[in-house]
């Protein structure tokens, strides 16, 4: 069974710069979520998707942060403009959800994309 | 106080030995735990969960969970230079089971 995929694993950009990370989660699983890892510490949840539906997404910062998850599958996630603070790596993850049964429902991570902000 | 609490390590074991890692936790209502193991470099993986108070086994790791307490633990037997990573301690939050909230983790290394 393949895994969640991300793409690209790394990214350079300039402060102001756009950038897009995308998410092709685990055959089957309804949740999907995206997650920044700061250097040291655990994932911070960023949004989660229920199918196609953003079900939490306190801690996004919507002012240059976007995310969509069309058709219920693939999802991206993207800054604009960048900040240096923004420097990261950003984590896809996705899990069955309700089906799983609640409490054993298990995320599974992908590879993550390392941004670098310049 | 965080809501979930980790020792940044490292913890340093010699192989062989029992590796002890700690977690503990402030939202009364977590239900369900994960641990999850990170290498350097690499995205975290599933170790294993646990609901229920009390101990739970598989292969040479025991998570163990006191809600009364709000602690949870990951006992890893006959540590490994393989072992040598960061452990990533999970606890599902306000907002739901699948909300989950990480600590910073315990860097864990296993010398020969």
């Known amino acids: 069974e393949a895994g969640v995929v991300q793409s690209p694993r790394y990214k350079i950009i300039e402060k102001k710069q756009p950038v897009a990370f995308w998410c092709n989660p685990i055959s089957g699983h309804n949740t999907l979520y995206w997650y920044r890892q700061n250097l040291g510490q655990g994932p911070e949840l960023l949004i989660r998707?229920?199918?196609?539906?953003?079900?939490?997404d306190s801690q996004l910062p919507k002012d240059r942060f976007s995310a969509e998850r069309l058709k219920g599958v693939d999802s991206t996630l993207k800054i604009q403009p960048a900040e240096l603070g923004d420097s990261a790596v950003y984590l896809c993850a996705s899990s069955l959800g309700e089906i799983a049964g609640g409490l054993t429902d298990t995320q599974y991570f992908g590879p993550g994309t390392r941004l670098t902000v310049l | 106080q965080k809501e979930v609490e980790q020792n940044s390590g490292p913890l340093s074991v010699p192989e062989g030995a029992i590796a002890s890692l700690n977690c503990t936790y402030s939202?009364?209502?977590?239900?369900?735990f994960f641990w999850y193991r990170q290498y350097s470099g690499k995205s975290p993986e599933l170790i294993m969960f646990i609901y229920s108070n009390g101990d739970k086994e598989d292969g040479r790791f025991t998570a163990q969970l006191n809600k009364a307490s709000q602690y949870v633990s990951l006992l890893i037997r006959d540590s490994q230079p393989s072992d040598s990573a960061t452990y990533l301690c999970?606890?599902?939050?306000?907002?739901?089971?699948?909300?989950?909230?990480f600590g910073a983790g315990t860097r864990l290394a296993v010398h020969p």
């Open positions: 939202d009364r209502g977590s239900q369900s």
């Open positions: 998707y229920e199918n196609e539906e953003a079900v939490d």
């Open positions: 999970a606890v599902n939050g306000l907002g739901g089971y699948n909300k989950l909230i």
